[in-house]
Structure formats: C-alpha cells, structure tokens
C-alpha cells in the first residue's frame, strides 16, 4: 500500500482545510520575510481563491456604486 492510498482514507473536506492552512501559513511567512505581492500569489492557490477574488471584486463594485449614489443624490431636506 503506498502513502497516497492513505491519503484517500482522508476525507476530502479536511484534506481542504489542511491544504488551505498550509497554504496560508506559507502565505503569512512570504508577506513577513518577502513581500505583499508574494503573499497573494500563493494565497491564489486556496481552494476558495477563485470565490475569494469574486468576493472580493463585488465588494469593491458595490462599494463604488454605492459612493456615486450617495455623492449623486441630495441630502435629505432639514426639519425643524
């Protein structure tokens, strides 16, 4: 039996998660002894990355969009 036949006795959601914890600490290290840029390339190979990165972009255009309505419209009238 070799080692990747145990590795299958793993179920795949914590195979995930160990994957995702490794990359991530890798990913910790890079951006302390490296740089920013290092850092977020390794995070790119999470298992979540691409859901991360769609996040990420819907964020930043609701926030945009929200911003020019808010700068668009009037303030609310003062009562008295």
Do not use: C, H
């Not at 990359?23 to 290092?38: G, H, R, Y």
């Not at 390794?42 to 808010?70: C, H, M, P, W, Y």
Request: hydrophobic share 40%; no cysteine; charged share 30%.
């Amino acid at each position: 039996m070799s080692p990747f036949d145990l590795i299958d006795l793993i179920p795949s959601k914590i195979q995930r998660q160990v994957m995702d914890s490794t990359i991530d600490f890798i990913a910790n290290q890079a951006k302390s002894l490296l740089s920013d840029e290092i850092s977020e390339r390794i995070r790119r190979f999470r298992s979540d990355a691409e859901f991360q990165k769609a996040f990420e972009q819907a964020i930043e255009e609701l926030t945009q969009n929200v911003g020019g309505i808010l700068y668009r419209s009037k303030p609310p009238p003062m009562v008295r």
